[in-house]
């Protein structure tokens, strides 16, 4: 016969116990006076390699406008094969910076 | 020097003097205001006196007698004063511009002519020109721009110019929240503006620089800066990283600023708390941008990098200009015994000293330079007929590196690229970018001429000092020339090959070939 609602309950409270016990065990008890870790050189070194990585992504903004700005501005007259417009677009886009 | 009761000594290195914290000071010669600083930016030592170097603008002035004194900048009582006699020089120390108009020193450590030294006019016909840009970039531009940092604080504060200020800063809102989205934004402003007849300096993704030409001759800039929300953030280069949103922006209202109504941002309160701490309401002519690293880091990684090495250069040539050799290189004669008269592209043509020896010789020149104005009085001495035009070419845009690239490969025919003592003095960066415009350049056949220092090089004497330089081996170089597709048809290495005043650098020559 299965057992009732409140049996299971019951058991499940029992598991979670149990469980609850068994990683108390396995965690070290803290010591008394201890002071907390501090980072250590590769820590350090890792946050340093972290800041770098972030900088370089960062940078990423602006060569994806320059290049996005550069197709768009010459891309059509490109597409249309007027050279001389195009000639003409690249000297005022050159100029323009 | 000059001595008074209260410590004050002044000399020409600097003065020293005896103060609390907290104490923002006008330094005056002869009654007229020459620079401010904050007593707290000068720690004092074991005796309580504080010691301060003359800014380098003002050091190199100090020829001559002068009232210095110091003011308290927020009630105008003199703080302490001395009479002091500066270098061998007779009569008063001038401080002034070529054209005798007084300057003082700015936030930046340059002399400028502040604004409570102009004629009332001269302010007024400037503050026309700023209305002009306010109304291109709201009407044309169809972005909200408003009054921002230095400029918005007077206005909020006193509804006027702050005195010791030398230009008006405005800022812009964009909708975009990507940078890339904000900066090309950016990029389609400039161009309206430089339709309209301004010439806009590109200082960086997020700012702008135009320089007004004024009555007297002069010409005074007006800066925009960028700003835009992203993630609750609310961001203007360079000095505005704070939580925010665009309701702190928009919608613009209108002040009165200077006899007229000026937009600025709906909550001017959050930028300039955001900009100058929390202490803003109190005018402080010594204040200086400090941001958090944190915050200074974004707003670079994101919007930086045009600028590196230009205020060196600009320094280099001001300072250093007349003991550069105006004289054709010894390279500059070595590569016109290989390479006949024909299509030259003189990259990073410095003081132009061999875009000269080149036009001379019959070569069809474009000097191209980060800074063409330091190349005006070499090149000045050529006749106007044949005098080229120097381009501006800053190598850490790929944008220009591509565009200018491009202009060079409608030449369809061979040409030569010519760069002494180029390479190392580019970043990585710049110099990857180099290497894409001569691909592009040679696209039609020719050869890229180089002289560039070697790792050699490093430890030798500099006549010039240690500054930025990338030492690199020929090797490398050989290496990267061939991945941009050319052939390495000489390479030498060695000394004696140009000798200057105390160096005699270890050199490469390095001739590169691309086929059409």
Redesign the interface.
Known sequence: MKPSLAARARQRLADAGTRLRARRRDVAPPQRNASPPRPGPSLRKRVGDL?AE??E??????????????VQE?LVPAATRDEERL?KL??E??A?? | MGELGTGFRVDDDGFSFQAEDGLVLDVLFDDRRVWSLASDDFPPDGSGTRSVSWPLPIRKRLEGAATVELREHATGATFAVTEASFGKGDGRVLLVDSAGRPLAVTKWGRLNRPFSTLDRDVVDAYLDQVEQVLSVLRDECGVPAFLAFGSLLGAVREGKLIGHDVDVDLGYFSRHEHPADVIREGFRIERVLRSRGYEPVRENGGFLAIFLPQPDGTRRNLDIFTAFCCDGMLYQVHDVTTPGSEADVLPLRTIHFEGRRIPVPSRPEVFLEAAYGPSWRVPNPAFQFNPRRLDRRRIHGWFGGLRERRDFWSRHYAAEGRRIPETPSPFARWVAEREPAGRLFDVGCGNGRDTRFFVAHGYDVTPLDLLPRASRRVLGRLPAHTRPQVQPFNLQSLRQALATGGRASFERRPVTVYGRFLLHALSDYSRENFWRFTSMALSGGGRCYLEFRTDRDATLPKAFGRHFRRFLSPEAVAAEARAAGGRVVHTEAGRSMSPFENEDPHLCRMIVEWKP
Request: no cysteine; charged share 35%.
């Open positions: 800041e972030v900088q992504l960062r940078r990423l903004s602006f060569r994806v406008a320059e290049l996005t700005d550069l010459l000639r690249l000297e886009y050159d323009g910076h």
